[in-house]
């Protein structure tokens, strides 16, 4: 086994933190790293770890990170009294073009600005404020153009960016391919078919996409979550077969399903020591 694999494999944990986790001395972790040689029933647990870890990435501790590593460039951005220019603006569209409706959206960049500078700084897609942009240009769309629809196809691309981020942190672009072959699948089925509704259902099947491979990535079935296919399927009968009623029965596999799931997670990543 490659040493540098090894360090990899440790990701932002500790030395001590890592032997916590797996139930070892400090000192079989230090000869991992530097000779290479590992346990391999130790191995497939360092390495099941360190996937299940990556497979979602931690945003909240990234954002925790943030106050503790400041960075000069950031600091400066966020001196900029933006705010008082987006007044300043608003206020000249409002008295020389007499435009204060939509000139208001522009207060929608404050947020922007903000999380631009986070975002370039801190090096992170996910701390950027899409929705802000998306809403913006969809006001902009709706009252100068007077294209509220299609234009409202901009907030889909919401949930498309932030699988973006996703899928750059987890390096899994599998997801994202994906989620643009739904967004294809709906805009042909609207645009061609006028099938608008009810097929906005299939984005629901990008969840159950990510539950799919999770399960197939670490051979364990409990990682599926149905309660998105279930959902699916009750919608798509009801509203094809007016099958509204019993069918709803079938809404109950979802919290009968849900404790099993639970337990059966719990006592795999007992026994991966994930927690004790």
């Known amino acids: 086994m490659e040493r540098e694999e090894l360090i990899k494999y440790r990701g932002n944990y500790t030395i001590e933190e890592l032997a916590q986790i797996l139930d070892v001395n400090k000192e079989d972790i230090v000869k991992w790293e530097e000779t290479g040689e590992i346990d391999e029933v130790k191995f497939i ?6 996937e299940e870890e990556c497979s979602f990435p931690n945003y909240i ?13 950031l600091i400066i951005w ?10 300043i603006f608003f206020l000249l569209f409002g008295f020389l073009k007499d435009a204060w409706h939509p000139a208001w959206a522009i207060f929608l960049s404050i947020p922007v600005y903000y999380s631009l500078g986070a975002s370039i700084f801190r090096r992170s897609l996910a701390l950027f404020n899409y929705p802000c942009i998306v809403i913006a240009a969809y006001i902009l769309l709706g ?3 007077d294209l509220w629809s299609p234009g409202w196809i901009l907030f889909l691309t919401i949930p498309l960016y932030y699988l973006i981020c ?6 899994k672009w599998t997801f994202f391919v994906y989620a643009n072959a739904i967004l294809i699948v709906y805009l042909c089925m609207g645009m061609v078919f006028g099938r608008w509704h009810p097929w906005w259902i299939i984005f629901l099947s990008i969840i159950t996409y990510i539950d799919i ?5 670490y051979k364990f079935f409990w990682f599926m979550d149905i309660a998105t296919i279930v959902i699916m399927t009750y919608f798509l009968v009801g509203y094809f077969y007016d099958l509204w009623h019993p069918l709803w029965i079938i809404l109950l596999l979802i919290p009968m399903y849900h ?3 639970a337990i059966c997670i719990y006592k795999r990543k007992k026994k991966l020591h994930i927690i004790k």
């Not at 647990?45 to 360190?50: R, T, V």
């Not at 501790?61 to 460039?73: A, F, S, V, W």
């Not at 491979?213 to 990535?217: D, F, K, P």
């Open 61 to 73: 501790k990234e954002l925790q990170d943030i106050n503790n590593k400041p960075i000069k460039g």
């Open 166 to 171: 996703f899928s750059v942190a987890a390096r």
């Open 143 to 145: 009252f100068i153009c």
């Open 259 to 261: 404790i099993p799931q």
């Open 45 to 50: 647990e360092l390495k099941e770890m360190y």
């Open 213 to 217: 491979s999770r399960a197939i990535s």
């Open 78 to 87: 966020n001196r900029i009294p933006y705010p008082i220019f987006a007044l």
